[in-house]
């Protein structure tokens, strides 16, 4: 099986974590500096990791999208190939275009740690099929999805909001903790799947998502 | 004639020279100090550079144990663990400029203490924190919390590197002076260099990475080693303005170069900035230096030498390298977006030749800084208890009340602000009383707690001492953990009065003898002492972190009650008994520690944090009993317990005890209990139940116990979003 793509920014840090989760599912994963361009076609999938690309500066993700790497990734993205975003990887899918709407400062105005459950909302290909709430936790200051009424009337028509929030930490919109775009292989969520994936981290509902890669 | 002494006095006043150390100095130079001299030595005779006042005392803190790899000296400890992993931890503290700055203050407070990590080749992979808050009705208190936690938030969020545990105190001692201590622990694996700041190499060059120079911090060493008075906001000046993210790129950068073996020595410009880096460095390796200043990078360039010397603008590194291996070292820096420039190199003279466009404008002994700095052997007297008595009077405590307090009431608050998971690393978080990180290699685990209980320190400094050792050591040990070394950090008062200073020695002692009694050595730490603002001098908090190892994470006792019909036991050693002055009431204790035993304890107690049949366990704290059971409560879970034989003291749910510790685990249990608790006293309370909390027939609602629990944070700091 072709490798799982990890794209690296300055400031990314959960790449390694990433990689680890990637490497216990059985994957082999591989980097993707944020300098360089790759072939779309020499990788199963790419992963977006969290962390503060660039150091949050301008705006959350902002720098990242335009990084040289991101054309790669919108390339993948449109031969269909799947893209998914965890946390300020969410946020560079957004600024990249390849996911709509925006994510802005939690309500609380705090970063916020936490476990929340979450609930899956339509069907995705980037959920296992067990139907039942997930357990995982979040850590983000800017979190809170955000969209126009006209966007979300769209996304909620075409069922591209894969993961809502039960007990809603940011204050998102309609609970949004996850989007697709419109053909479902680009998807973002806001908690870190790739911190539950063992029992000994406190859950292992994150396979859920992550394991979706192996098909 | 008359001008010039009054010059000279204006000078010392400046640069914070007393004259005895200013005539120290002519001594050893054979001539008054010129130029930068007086800035050099400024900085590394201060207090916080020079330890003046407690290097004696610290002494008494040496000791080896066969895993100790590095200790006191350098830039943090490094121990073993075997199995190819070792770890490198240190407390450090950055009080003063918290209390004048506290985003800033807090953020460079982590940003010092990783940088003293991963400077050694280790790649940090945990951060704590002890903070000492006054009441939250002070002046300022509320924005001073804020801004704290949230610069811990946003520099360590950023850099990627989890907070798994911390402690939070409040007292009206901390007012006006406020106490902010970071920990970090680094590992290294299989292969990784502990790499050393000791220079080496003639001709080697002396190379300055990361963050350009500006006039952030200048004379901020010797700031933070004196004592406040009404003006602190007249400092604001002298605080560093940290760069999480810079800092990121500086431990990939940094790890990079050291694991490719491209780097000879190298140590991070903390206090004192450039100064202490480079004396320090060559003092280390008996080498001379040749610097040229005008080549540090610099964000001004109005920017002279003095303060080009004394500048402790944050993320910067020096390090020395073979010329060959320059090219290699740029292109790693580069890679990550930062510039490597070369200031100087080694010479083979054993002086410290600093230029400042090519003009020679100090040539001197670094020895004469480093090692040569004033000792003092501050006066102090014999410790005598304060506030031992026969009996304890009985002065009971509602668990509502504790839940309530500001002492008692959920830090949830705080540590939800905090990454506690990023790494991939984190089994047991802030939510925890042993925090836990999993070694990926070899699947053993790493337990963090932080010790002292600052309303202790306030009843016996002896106690205390004993008692910052002994009570994060029988947390881990609880959980299945033995303790391997410590690092602290002893925030104190003005150590010119002999008050102070007769604490200081006291718990350093007991502090130095529990160590000794748990095999568990003082292996890096810090000493911040001028806590004082007008005359008030904080509580002595001599802080300390633990950390304690477990052959694996699996079934590692939980904090809270797990099972519903489950027996809860009490083990207690006979020792001290007391009521804590929290909540208004007067302390008081009865009885005496004894070390020795409570360390042979501390091992049975490791079997049993690892017997299977243990479900959860807790050391009592705070509040004694009553308040602990109610933190073992869960959503569903509570608890039926009774007095018993047990019950000596006159308010048996409330007494302190030490030491004693919560089991719960199958009723069948007692028999192990009773074969592994050497010299404690097993007693069974109660039973987990699926109800509230029974105390003596009295039930306690638990819901409204968890409201109060949650909701006091909120009435205590009204103000905070």
């Known amino acids: ?215 | 004639m008359v001008s010039e002494m009054n010059e000279l006095k204006d000078k010392l006043k400046k640069y914070r020279l007393s004259v005895s150390e200013y005539e120290q100095i002519q001594k050893l130079l054979g001539r008054d100090p010129e130029g930068v001299e007086f800035a050099l030595f400024s900085a590394l005779w201060s207090e916080h550079c020079s330890y003046k006042s407690s290097r004696v005392q610290l002494k008494k803190f040496a000791q080896k144990s066969k895993r100790v790899l590095q200790s006191m000296g350098e830039n943090a400890g490094v121990i073993d663990l075997g199995q190819g992993e070792k770890v490198a931890f240190k407390m450090e503290s950055h009080n003063h400029p918290s209390f004048i700055e506290p985003y800033q203050g807090a953020a460079t407070g982590v940003g010092g203490i990783l940088r003293d990590i991963f400077t050694m080749g280790a790649r940090p992979i945990a951060l704590a924190n002890f903070l000492c808050f006054g009441d939250p009705k002070a002046e300022r208190m509320q924005s001073i919390v804020e801004g704290v936690v949230a610069g811990i938030s946003g520099y360590g969020n950023c850099v990627g590197v989890p907070t798994i545990t911390g402690q939070t105190e409040f007292h009206s001692s901390y007012n006006t002076n406020v106490l902010v201590n970071a920990l970090a622990v680094g590992l290294f694996t299989k292969d990784d260099p502990v790499v050393t700041s000791q220079a080496s190499g003639v001709g080697n060059w002396v190379v300055y990475v990361g963050a350009k120079t500006g006039r952030d911090g200048v004379h901020g060493a010797s700031m933070a080693s004196e004592s406040f008075a009404a003006d602190s906001a007249s400092k604001r000046p002298t605080i560093q303005i940290g760069d999480p993210f810079l800092e990121k790129l500086l431990i990939e950068s940094c790890i990079e170069v050291m694991k490719e073996n491209l780097v000879v020595a190298i140590q991070d410009m903390g206090a004192a900035g450039l100064t202490s880096s480079c004396f320090e460095m060559a003092a280390k390796g008996n080498v001379g230096f040749k610097i040229h200043l005008d080549q540090v990078p610099l964000r001004d360039s109005t920017i002279g030498p003095e303060e080009i010397l004394l500048s402790e603008s944050q993320e910067r590194m020096l390090l020395v390298c073979e010329p060959g291996k320059f090219e290699a070292i740029q292109k790693v820096f580069h890679r990550w977006g930062l510039d490597a420039s070369v200031l100087g190199e080694i010479t083979a003279g054993k002086e410290v030749e600093l230029y400042w466009k090519k003009e020679l404008i100090s040539k001197i002994d670094p020895k004469l800084l480093t090692d040569n700095a004033p000792m003092y052997d501050r006066p102090f007297e014999a410790w005598k208890p304060k506030h031992k008595s026969e009996t304890l009077s009985a002065q009971p405590l509602a668990v509502e009340k504790a839940a309530a307090s500001v002492e008692g009431t959920s830090r949830r608050w705080v540590y939800q602000q905090y990454d506690q998971r990023v790494g991939g690393r984190t089994v047991r978080d802030c939510d925890d009383s042993v925090s836990v990180v999993k070694l990926l290699e070899s699947g053993r685990g790493l337990g963090l707690v932080l010790g002292c209980r600052p309303y202790v320190m306030r009843m016996d400094a002896r106690l205390g001492g004993y008692d910052a050792a002994f009570y994060p050591s029988l947390e881990l040990s609880a959980k299945g953990f033995q303790p391997l070394a410590m690092t602290d950090c002893l925030n104190f008062g003005n150590p010119e009065k002999p008050e102070i200073m007769t604490e200081f020695v006291a718990s350093v002692e007991a502090l130095a003898h529990a160590a000794r009694v748990l095999d568990a050595p003082v292996i890096s730490g810090n000493v911040s002492f001028y806590n004082e603002t007008l005359n008030q001098n904080i509580t002595s908090t001599p802080a300390t972190g633990l950390v304690g190892l477990r052959d694996n994470v699996d079934h590692i006792p939980r904090s809270e009650f797990t099972t519903a019909g489950d027996s809860i036991f009490l083990l207690r050693l006979p020792g001290v008994s007391f009521t804590g002055d929290q909540l208004g009431r007067k302390t008081a204790y009865a009885g005496d520690l004894d070390p020795d035993s409570i360390a042979k304890f501390m091992t049975d107690l490791q079997l049993l944090g690892n017997h299977r049949d243990v479900h959860s366990t807790r050391v009592v704290g705070k509040f004694g009993l009553g308040y602990t059971l109610f933190r073992m409560c869960g959503e569903t879970l509570g608890a039926t317990v009774e007095k018993g034989e047990w019950a000596k003291t006159p308010a048996p749910w409330s007494d302190e005890h030490m030491y004693e510790v919560l089991v719960c685990g199958p009723a069948n249990l007692e028999v192990a209990l009773r074969a592994n608790s050497s010299g404690a006293k097993v007693w069974t309370l109660g039973k987990v139940t699926a109800g509230d909390l029974i105390i003596d027939g009295e039930s306690k609602n638990l819901k409204g116990l968890s409201d109060a629990y949650v909701n006091g944070w909120r009435n205590h700091f009204a103000q905070l979003a």
């Open chain 1, 1 to 215: 099986m072709k490798p799982v793509g990890i794209t690296r920014f300055l400031g990314t840090n959960c790449d390694r974590d990433v990689w680890q989760a990637v490497e216990a599912l059985g994957l082999a994963p591989k980097w993707l500096w944020f300098e360089d361009q790759f072939d779309p076609s020499d990788y199963s999938a790419v992963v977006v990791p969290g962390g503060f690309s660039h150091g949050d500066y301008l705006r959350c993700g902002a720098l990242a999208a335009k990084a040289p790497v991101m054309k790669s990734v919108s390339e993948a993205a449109a031969k269909g190939a799947p893209v998914l975003g965890i946390c300020n990887g969410f946020q560079i899918l957004c600024e990249a275009r390849l996911l709509p709407g925006v994510l802005v400062r939690n309500e609380s105005r705090k970063f916020i740690d936490k476990w929340v459950t979450l609930a899956p909302a339509g069907k995705t290909p980037w959920l296992k099929p067990s139907g039942g709430p997930l357990r995982l936790p979040v850590a983000h200051g800017e979190g809170r999805f955000h969209s126009d009424a006209e966007a979300l009337k769209k996304l909620n028509d075409q069922g591209q909001i894969w993961l809502k929030y039960k007990d809603n930490p940011n204050g998102s919109l309609e609970d949004i903790a996850g989007v697709t775009n419109e053909k479902g292989n680009v998807a973002g969520l806001m908690p870190h799947p790739e911190r539950a994936i063992h029992d000994w981290m406190g859950g292992e509902d994150g396979r859920a998502i992550l394991g979706t890669l192996l098909s």
